[in-house]
């Protein structure tokens, strides 16, 4: 495995953790403004009168969205330093 596929594998492994982390805080989150009580070993919100039912779809797109663009930004800033790495000295 050369350089750049490590590094093409490792941005995919921060943005993946990056946008789970993401998606959990905004499910708490939304627990938390419903009046609930978040559970974070079982990851549920629990309710005065039981669980609440706190995820959307728009939180998974909103988790992905942001995953894409920390990939995106991360590609980015290694591509520059790769490039910047490989010019000759002035």
Request: aromatic content about 4%; overall charge positive.
């Given at each position: 495995m050369?350089?750049?596929?490590?590094?093409?594998?490792?941005?995919?492994?921060?943005?993946?953790?990056?946008?789970?982390?993401?998606?959990?805080?905004?499910r708490?989150?939304?627990?938390?403004?419903?009046?609930?009580?978040?559970?974070?070993?079982?990851?549920s919100?629990?309710?005065?009168?039981?669980?609440?039912?706190?995820?959307?779809?728009?939180?998974?797109?909103?988790?992905?969205?942001?995953?894409?663009?920390?990939?995106?930004?991360?590609?980015?800033?290694?591509?520059?330093a790769?490039?910047?790495?490989?010019?000759?000295?002035?």
């Amino acid at each position: 495995m050369n350089r750049r596929s490590l590094i093409q594998l490792l941005i995919g492994i921060i943005a993946a953790m990056v946008s789970l982390t993401a998606l959990n805080a905004v499910r708490q989150d939304r627990c938390l403004d419903a009046g609930g009580q978040w559970a974070a070993a079982t990851r549920s919100c629990t309710g005065p009168s039981g669980p609440l039912s706190v995820a959307r779809g728009f939180d998974v797109i909103a988790a992905i969205v942001v995953g894409v663009l920390l990939a995106f930004m991360l590609h980015r800033i290694s591509t520059f330093a790769s490039q910047r790495a490989s010019r000759p000295p002035a």
